[in-house]
């Protein structure tokens, strides 16, 4: 079934809800957006408070001495004296009146603030702000009008400012960023060795830094270490525990299979002594089963590898099965053309074939179609092989699918124990696959189920 892909935006909040990266490095950036501008705003604000009460007065004096350099008492304005003060000052002069009209800047637009009535800038908010007309423009005795303004062409380095200004801001923010990357990496180290613990693998501890004087996310990963130590020993201990038993069952069970066979053949007890030959059988098998999973979950597995041809492995397999179990002679083979020979362990890739048809053949009883076994090429230029077996049966659940291949899992008890299976072999095919370096994968067929074991070439 085809999912939907979701918008962008709804992709976004998912990733930034399942984040912890990210969700800190919003805070941050929310955290500086608004001290940025609470920093701003109250300076402003400081700024017209101090405008009204210290810079106002000493704006009026320098403005009207200003006006007395340019238009000295009883005489006209001096364009010459007010172009020695704009080539001095950064600032703009405009005389208007009967005998001078004169304009420093005539390509610069007038300021808002004569363009504008005040009522109309009170009415567009701009109220707080000074009042310009009386602070800039001075009347002279003989009907002129002085205005002094800003040289806006000397303000050109202003968008520079700003784009360095916003540049370095967003180096800020990518260093902290990278920052806060660094320090939160041990969270990816800690979600591995997790990992890694759960997958059985206690070899490599989860790293801390500074392990003298770790932070809290050094004492997390060394209380987890610590943590996987003990499960370690656990399991440690309680696969001694079973090998121990394991081999401590072995006599006893040899001198009871003795004991069985020499009962007489006779008809009275000939059904009993048959039963207990099979028990004994299966109990010697299930010995075996466990001493050899623990062998190869251990950490030094040792394999045995000899020149195999898989596809004659196979058959003779099934002839070997076919002498206590007739309908193994049913099961199809299909080997695809160039099945290389490889070096394998023979004897324990004889184990894996031996359990993967072994349960296949138990769990398609009644079915209409054979188990199918199939050999195919796998791998660079074909020189691995991938078995698959496949039966026509009922299947399992699919929510049991992940547990198939662990230790004594059944997902019918009572039918399993019925057919003999105490949920051990598909357990075994795993770790067989996974100490040849290949992989073990379980899915329902519909109908039946399919088992697929890749084995790269040794």
Known sequence: MHTPKLPWYRRALNALRCSLKLRLMMVFLLLAMGVAFTFISGAQKAFSVGWREAARPLLVDYVDRLAADVAPSDDLPQIDRAQAVIERLPITIDIAGPAVNWRSHPEQS??????????????????????????????????????????????????????????????????????????????????????????????????????????????????????????????EAQRALLLAISHELRSPLTRARLNTELLPETPDVMAQREALLRDLAEMARLISDLLES?????????????????VELAHELIEELATTQPVARSIA??????????????????????????????????????????????????????????????????????????????????RT?????????????????????????????????????TLPPG
């Open 110 to 235: 007038e300021p808002y603030w004569r363009k504008e009535r005040r009522s109309d800038r009170e009415r567009k908010g701009w109220d707080d702000e000074p009042d310009w007309e009386p602070l800039l423009v001075r009347q002279t005795a003989d009907g002129h009008r002085i205005t002094f303004g800003m040289d806006e062409a000397r303000f050109t380095k202003r968008p520079k400012v700003i784009g360095y200004t916003l540049t370095a801001l967003l180096v800020l923010t990518l260093l902290a960023f990278l920052y806060l990357r660094r320090l939160l990496r041990p969270l990816d180290d800690i979600r591995q060795g997790a990992l890694r613990f759960g997958s059985g693998e206690f070899g490599v501890p989860i790293p801390v830094k500074h392990p003298q004087r770790p932070d809290e996310l050094g004492e997390l990963a060394a209380t987890i270490n610590t943590m996987g130590q003990d499960i370690h020993q656990m399991l």
């Open 333 to 414: 083979v299909h080997a695809a053309p160039g099945v290389p020979t490889m070096t394998l362990d023979r004897t324990r890739v004889r184990l894996l074939l031996r359990n993967l048809l072994d349960n296949a053949l138990r769990h398609s009883a009644g079915a209409p179609q054979p188990v199918e076994l199939h050999l195919r090429p796998h791998g660079v230029n074909g020189q691995g092989v991938e078995l698959e077996v496949r039966d026509h049966g009922p299947g399992v659940p699919d929510d049991h699918l992940p547990q198939l291949a662990q230790a004594f899992f059944r997902p019918d008890t009572a």
């Open 294 to 310: 623990e062998r190869l979950a251990g950490r030094h597995q040792a394999l045995h590898r000899e020149i195999t041809d898989p």
């Open 417 to 453: 124990r019925a057919a003999g299976g105490v949920g051990l072999g598909l357990y075994l095919c795993r770790l067989v696959a996974q100490a040849h370096g290949g992989t073990f994968a379980v899915r329902n067929a519909k109908p039946g189920l399919a088992v697929t074991v």
